[in-house]
Each structure stands twice: as C-alpha cells, then as structure tokens.
Nanobody, 122 residues
C-alpha cells in the first residue's frame, strides 16, 4: 500500500504561482496513476488533474486547463502540480491520490494524502 504526503501549499496573491508536491512511500510510485483534487469549504471534492504511470498521458479539469500542470518524477517518487495564474476561486485544500488503474475525472481513487491548504488572496 502506498502512503502519500502533500506539501507546498500556502498563501499567495492572485496571479501568483505555487508548486505542490506529493511524495509517495511504501510502494514504487511508478506503479500508480496519480491525480490531484481539491475541496473548498462547504463544497465537494473536485477533480483537478491526473497523470498516467509514466507521465505520457495527462488530463485536466476545464477550470485549470492552461494554468496548472501535473508532472511526475518516478525516480524521486514524487508527483507535482504547478499552479500558475492563481485565482481566489482556486482556494481549497489540495489532495493527491493514487490508483493502480488509470482513472478519469473521478474521486474513486483508493489511496489519498492528507491534503495541503492553498489560499489565494484577491
């Protein structure tokens, strides 16, 4: 079973950038397709982006397309989410998740991290 730990969240002004990291342990990250999700207060957890095992396939929610980039470094057992041109509506707790199966825009990933807070001020 894989364990996931997110980091890199924080407070940033609108228009700024952050890079989130998701470090995996317990199992080799290359065995898993990975996703990023976010949950704003009082709202459901939403899909943000996902990446295939070797990084050859990525998929984004329309709300972040062109601003966010998901990537991975399997040698470092880490997945990243580069977030540019941040908006106040991007404020949420961001979670990474892992699945042995390549998933679409769904929250049905079996393994989750604890989340990292991203706050974008206007």
């Amino acid at each position: 079973q894989v364990q996931l730990v997110e980091s890199g969240g924080g407070l940033v002004q609108a228009g700024g950038s952050l890079r989130l990291s998701c470090a995996a342990s317990g199992r080799t990250l290359s065995s898993y397709a990975m996703g990023w999700f976010r949950q704003a207060p009082g709202k459901e957890r939403d899909f943000v982006a996902r990446i295939s095992w070797n990084g050859g396939s990525t998929y984004y929610a329309d709300s972040v397309k062109g601003r966010f980039t998901i990537s991975r470094d399997n040698a470092k057992n880490t997945v990243y989410l580069q977030m540019n041109s941040l908006k106040p509506e991007d404020t949420a707790v961001y979670y990474c998740a892992a699945s042995l199966i390549l998933m679409g825009a769904t929250t049905r990933y079996p393994y989750w991290g604890q989340g990292t807070q991203v706050t974008v001020s206007s």
